[in-house]
């Protein structure tokens, strides 16, 4: 028995594993490396015949203690029948687990209960387009679509007028049906949801001709949406009972809006604040003066400090986006001054820079003029 691993390794378990924890790990590797899931596959197999041994002496608390206190010589020469499948015992647990291995092998899975009772119904989702502004203030938008209500001429049974509905004679009205399947481990018992009736206990043998048996009718349907101020792109508005219909008397599901919002051509949005640039001239950064700002409420005028340079930031307080919870606490706006250097100057402007340089101390930044020579001065002289 030396080359055996731990059977708490296989299973990857502690030793003070509980039982749902033991039959968690083992319905896990049971599902993954068995052998009609992995055709041909010898040490998918292996590992399924491992794990199986593992979980027959775990889950059974006499063999766990044996095991816990001697290890795999306790199972030595016939001393607990470990050494195969013949001496498991594959009904009660053992045959709920592979009742669920083989339900999602072969279809249907394993039904806890009939969906015969009261079902809420599914949810609808529908996708809006606003601008950056509607997203920061808010607006009033309308969709269209297509929305099931419950046949007024047989009331939501799907039956024909004067009929209704009969017990499924599959499930006798259960809503499930139970079969038994022969395995490698003996007969295993699998539930399915009953394929005649669709798991609702109930079918119609005359249909409604108004609805062809679905007990809705489709209508096309205008919906207002009320997008509330501040909200941000990939959000979405769920809008109560506005969803599919519920079945058996459940509620309708919910109608879920997903918003899309415009980019902006100059803000954008991060949280609840915004952020933009603004031009300056060379002028307004070196003397000062007032500016005109966009925001999202209009235009403002800030002043612009003497000396100020390029990229610098400036926060405009409470000219970001609402909060969703209370629309009167709104972030800020974060603005950055960009200096724009002049590209278009006549020989005035570009004279005016000239002397302007000069003054500061540099050199003139216009061609400088050539030193006379000798001939020159001789050829003013006889100019004059």
């Known amino acids: 028995m030396a080359d055996k691993r731990d059977y708490y390794e296989v299973l990857g378990v502690d030793k003070g594993a509980d039982d749902a924890t033991l039959k968690q790990a083992y319905r896990k590797l049971a599902k993954k490396y068995h052998p009609d899931m992995n055709p041909g596959d010898k040490e998918a197999e292996a590992k399924f015949k491992e794990a199986t041994e593992a979980y027959g002496v775990l889950s059974d608390p006499d063999k766990r203690r044996q095991y816990d206190q001697f290890g795999h010589a306790a199972f030595e020469n016939g001393g607990g029948g470990a050494g195969g499948f013949g001496g498991f015992d594959f009904s009660g647990d053992m045959g709920d687990i592979f009742g669920d291995i083989f339900g999602d092998l072969f279809g249907g899975g394993r039904s806890r209960r009939a969906n015969n009772g009261p079902m809420k119904g599914a949810n609808l989702r529908a996708v809006i387009h606003i601008t950056f502004e509607e997203a920061v203030f808010g607006c009033d938008k309308e969709i269209e679509l297509t929305l099931k209500d ?87 508005i769920r809008i109560r009972d506005k969803g599919e219909p519920g079945r058996n008397g459940g509620p309708r599901g919910d109608l879920l809006v997903e918003v899309q919002v415009a980019r902006h051509p100059i803000f954008q949005r991060q949280d609840m604040n915004i952020f933009s640039t603004a031009p300056i001239t060379f002028a307004q950064a070196a003397l000062g003066g007032d500016v005109r700002i966009n925001t999202v409420d209009g235009d403002v005028v800030y002043t612009v400090k003497p000396g100020t340079q390029t990229d610098t930031k400036i926060r405009l307080k409470g000219k970001g986006v609402p909060s969703l919870r209370n629309k009167s606490v709104r972030g800020d706006q974060y603005v950055t001054l960009v200096v724009q250097t002049p590209t278009r100057l006549n020989e005035e402007a570009k004279e005016a820079l000239r002397k302007f340089d000069e003054v500061c101390g540099n050199r003139t930044t216009g061609p400088e003029k050539k030193k006379k020579g000798f001939m020159d001065k001789v050829k003013e002289a006889f100019e004059d």
């Open 150 to 236: 419950t046949c007024t001429t047989c009331h939501g049974t799907g039956a024909k007028q004067g009929t209704s509905p009969e017990t499924c004679s599959k499930c006798n009205g259960s809503g499930q049906v139970t079969y038994t399947q022969q395995s490698m481990f003996g007969m295993v018992r699998n539930v399915q949801t009953c394929p005649e009736c669709g798991g609702s206990g109930k079918v119609i043998k005359e249909k409604c001709a108004d609805c062809h048996g679905s007990g809705f009718i489709a209508n096309r349907k205008k919906i207002q949406v009320t997008v509330p101020a501040g909200i941000d792109n990939g959000q979405s």
